[in-house]
């Protein structure tokens, strides 16, 4: 039976170790939370990932190789402060590398 997957990448910087992302995930648990108890209420079964990367795009395709996703859907926070064009370049990096892979990339802006 096919699952519904949550992801949220905790990006580290280069210089630090992937350890230290621990301490940073309290927003992805309450994000998290949230969409899993949405799941539950309609009954899809999922469950929730979050991952330290130090760059989202590697976080996102490590996942989509461990998970064997067939299909990615992703968000972004319209307050983010970083711009459009890079967040369009993470989105262009990983969904080349995941359609080799013979999954899916979608997002929603």
Not at 13 to 34: C, F, N, P, V, Y
Request: proline share 3%; glycine share 4%; with cysteine.
């Amino acid at each position: 039976m096919p699952i519904l997957s949550f992801l949220y990448v905790v990006e580290i910087m280069e210089d630090r170790k992937l350890k230290e992302g621990i301490g940073l995930t309290d927003k992805a648990e309450e994000i998290m939370q949230h969409a899993q108890s949405l799941a539950d209420e309609s009954a899809i079964p999922s469950k929730s990932i979050i991952k330290i990367s130090h760059r989202i795009s590697k976080g996102i395709y490590d996942t989509c190789v461990e998970e064997e996703c067939n299909f990615i859907l992703m968000d972004r926070e319209k307050k983010q402060q970083f711009s459009w064009p890079f967040f369009a370049s993470v989105i262009d990096f990983s969904s080349a590398k995941v359609n080799n892979r013979g999954c899916h990339f979608a997002w929603r802006n």
